[in-house]
Nanobody, 116 residues
Framework: QVQLVESGGGLVQPGGSLRLSCAASGRADRNYPMGWFRQAPGKEREFVARITSSGNSYYGDSVKGRFTISRDNAKNMVYLQMNSLKPEDTAVYLC??????????WGQGTQVTVSS
């Protein structure tokens, strides 16, 4: 079993920054691919970012240039640095981990609200 716990969400003004963290435990004892999705009420789940075992990162178009994903392999953690936040970034942010060949595990989510 894989357990993922997100933290770092909260309320921030437009233009502000937040850093989300995701801690993996259980079977997550290797450098599995990890990443973030987000979901706002009434909207489809949206890809935000992912990072491979080797450290290559990918971003959704809506966050490219503003968000940065990183990982600490020794700690089995992944981070999402979010800068220049916009109201449309408001969502529950969900951490995920993939165990090959393709089993996904999800965290419980952390709320990010961008509002003035």
């Amino acid at each position: 079993q894989v357990q993922l716990v997100e933290s770092g969400g909260g309320l921030v003004q437009p233009g502000g920054s937040l850093r989300l963290s995701c801690a993996a435990s259980g079977r997550a004892d290797r450098n599995y691919p990890m990443g973030w999705f987000r979901q706002a009420p009434g909207k489809e789940r949206e890809f935000v970012a992912r990072i491979t075992s080797s450290g290559n990162s990918y971003y959704g178009d809506s966050v490219k240039g503003r968000f940065t994903i990183s990982r600490d392999n020794a700690k089995n953690m992944v981070y999402l640095q979010m800068n220049s936040l916009k109201p449309e970034d408001t969502a529950v942010y969900l951490c995920y981990l993939v165990i090959p060949p393709g089993t996904n595990y999800w965290g419980q989510g952390t709320q990010v609200t961008v509002s003035s």
